[in-house]
């Protein structure tokens, strides 16, 4: 097995930037995860469809995305992205993530999840995306989803009424949130941005 780097990494999973070639084991386990994702979740099942995804996200300076990697194999178990990121006097993202089906319920998203955060919230001269809040909206239905969230400190700060467009309907999400200083001095940065063994670089 070919080395890869991370930009940072836990016990089991690293996250590491989206890649062009990606795309064909990506939209197959998107393709085969249908079932788990759906109605909350359309990530790419095509490589054309991937091709478009994985370029908005590799040349937006809005937005920054994760591949989720287990570490015994580096197959990609899912995604975290950081959309619509603010700096300036906001310093915050929204996130989008999903857990292929292969690698659902086995605990990699609460660590891949903790990693995101350390990386989000470590200052930019460290590597980091230098963010002092991260919001993840979440349909009230996604119970894995809030469970998720809420197992890594976000707080349920409100319910908004038709705030996002998906399957063909305005659908409501409650809005949960983390700040830097919620998640505290021990967010698990791991090899960290500073650290790690650095490879620089829908949507929900």
């Known amino acids: 097995m070919s080395y890869v780097s991370y930009l940072t990494e836990g016990e089991r999973v690293g996250l590491r930037p989206f890649r062009l070639a990606d795309g064909p084991e990506f939209a197959t386990h998107a393709h085969e995860s249908r079932n788990l994702h759906r109605p909350w979740l359309f990530p790419p099942t095509t490589t054309g469809e991937y091709e478009s995804y994985a370029t908005r996200l590799i040349e937006d300076g809005a937005r920054a995305g994760f591949l989720v990697c287990e570490l015994a194999t580096g197959a990609i178990a899912g995604f975290v992205n950081v959309n619509n990121i603010v700096h300036g006097a906001f310093q915050c993202g929204a996130l989008g993530y999903g857990a292929f089906a292969h690698a659902a319920g086995r ?10 955060l350390g990386h989000a919230f470590a200052p930019a001269a460290d590597g980091g995306l230098g963010l002092h809040r991260l919001e993840a909206n979440v349909q009230p239905g996604n119970t894995a989803s ?7 400190g976000f707080r ?19 809005r949960w949130a983390i700040t830097a200083e919620m998640a505290g001095p021990g967010a698990p940065i791991a090899q960290g941005s500073a650290g790690a063994r650095a490879l620089r670089n829908p949507d929900r």
């Open 107 to 116: 605990g990699l998203f609460r660590e891949a999840l903790g990693l995101v």
């Open 156 to 174: 349920l700060e409100g319910l908004s009424p038709d705030f996002l467009y998906i399957d063909g309907a305005w659908r409501d999400h409650e």
């Open 146 to 152: 809030i469970a998720l969230v809420r197992g890594r």
